[in-house]
């Protein structure tokens, strides 16, 4: 019987010990912490008589004692691809992967439409799985959003079930990075700017990861408007182009008329304005969509019912309603300076901003640039809060710049900042990661839901 070790319990790594389980493997799960919510999860694993150690630091090598009957060890996204273990096990002639990849074997039967790019992917996920499904298609989504991979896998296992017609898989660096086998029917890449260069080192690491994925899909759209994507375009020969631009400066397949209508080479398809989220990079979302759903067979009619059906995605400029006069949007998905300034482009100013959590690297000119031209007031929360404030004040920044320890607390002193200057929008758009506070963006987008709807109540 073939043995696993499966190395963190978060979801992906529940889902992957349950798959390999239910593929016949003896399974392993190792999980460096061992807190409250390691406990329960580790409960419902040995229920299903999946054995678990917690408190289990990958140094020393926790493997030796396994090794007589070790035949692969599958890594969670938290657990770098380099890391000296996983390295060593390499090595020895071991077998390492991420739970993306046992995902890949189990579902490689059913075609996929992999999703990657530094800032818009969740949204193109989401939008994409809905046009599908408005269309009558079977087409979950999962991996880096919704059920982790290895669980939708699971689930296709039911044969008494209807297979899915396509799956619409978000995937990161880090899930790609350690599934190198995972070729997508169709691949869409939507930008590409510096992220988790803590952990990929540089920003050509980090491209190569992404790129691979396309490389590897039958058909690649991508957005002819990300000036690093434009900049490589002569390395895609037979890409599918998608820009908002009426006069592309490139040759593309489908994009967006002087009129506003969306068009290919042959024939005008819908009116623009069938997707009603707010922002230029909206529309880039849209196009990868209609691409990707016209490769799937889709016609125009069905997709442009499912863009106007669309009511947006959780946590990525998410409209909360009015609060002291100022329109309140969650963005707690984004996570980086990028993905912040496209949020604090989208809205209308001036804006009330908050901002702060787990900082990363990456270039905060653009939205320091944004800050300075639309946001009226900023009130810093988190551990990042004294960096951002250095870099706003270093910046010539007008307005106020207020610093508060958590979201609670940072409210109110936005509300109060939105009133004194009659601010239109009020934005959560932290341009950092929420591991200080939260367990993820999700939970911190979903505190700041709760404390509108709170401060809204008469």
């Not at 030796?64 to 070790?70: E, I």
């Not at 190569?208 to 039958?218: W, Y």
């Amino acid at each position: 019987m073939a043995a696993s070790v499966v190395v963190g319990i978060g979801r992906s790594g529940m889902g992957a010990a349950r798959l390999l389980q239910a593929q016949g493997h003896t399974v392993t799960v190792l999980d460096s912490k061992n807190d409250k919510t390691q406990q329960a999860s580790a409960k419902a694993l040995r229920q299903l008589g999946i054995e678990v150690h917690l408190g289990c630091p990958l140094h020393p090598d926790p493997f030796d004692p396994l090794a007589d009957r070790l035949d692969q060890v599958v890594i969670s996204p938290g657990i770098a691809w380099d890391h000296p273990a996983m390295t060593q096990l390499r090595r020895k002639g071991i077998n390492v992967c991420g739970e993306m990849a046992v995902a890949w074997d189990a579902l490689r039967h059913i075609p996929w439409i992999g999703i990657t790019g530094t800032n818009g992917k969740t949204t193109v996920t989401h939008l994409l799985q809905h046009v599908l499904n408005e269309a009558g298609l079977q087409a979950p989504m999962a991996g880096n959003v919704g059920h982790s991979a290895a669980e939708l896998a699971l689930q296709c296992m039911n044969t008494k079930q209807h297979q899915p017609d396509w799956v619409v898989m978000e995937m990161s660096s880090y899930q790609i990075e350690a599934a190198e086998q995972v070729a997508p029917r169709i691949g869409i890449w939507t930008t590409l700017t510096p992220d988790h260069l803590e952990r990929h080192g540089t920003l050509e690491a980090y491209r190569a990861i992404k790129r691979g994925l396309l490389v590897r899909s039958e058909h690649a759209v991508l957005n002819g408007d990300d000036p690093d994507l434009r900049k490589h375009q002569h390395a895609w020969t037979d890409a599918t182009w998608v820009s908002t631009r009426p006069c592309p400066t490139m040759p593309c397949s489908l994009w967006i008329d002087s009129e506003h209508w969306v068009r290919t080479t042959a024939d005008r398809l819908f009116p623009a304005e069938a997707l009603s989220l707010p922002g230029a990079h909206n529309r880039q979302n849209m196009l990868l969509v209609t691409a990707a759903a016209l490769k799937t067979g889709l016609t125009a009619a069905a997709i442009e019912a499912g863009l106007r059906s669309f009511s947006g995605v959780p946590h990525r400029l998410e409209p909360l309603g009015l609060l002291k006069g100022m329109e309140v949007f969650n963005d707690s998905k984004a996570t980086n300076y990028d993905a912040a300034a496209v949020g604090l482009r989208a809205v209308a100013s001036p804006t009330v901003v908050l901002a702060g959590g787990q900082t990363k690297q990456g270039d905060a000119s653009e939205w320091l640039d944004l800050l300075k031209q639309r946001a009226c007031d900023v009130v810093l929360f988190g551990d990042g809060a004294e960096e951002l404030k250095r870099l706003i004040n270093a910046c010539g920044f007008a307005g106020g710049v207020w610093m508060e320890n958590d979201l609670e607390a940072a409210l109110p002193t936005a509300i109060h900042c939105g009133a004194a200057h009659t601010a239109h929008s009020l934005l959560l758009s932290p341009a950092c990661a929420s591991f200080d506070q939260y367990k993820d963006f999700e939970a911190r987008g979903e505190d700041f839901r709760r404390l509108v709807k709170a401060a809204q109540k008469p």
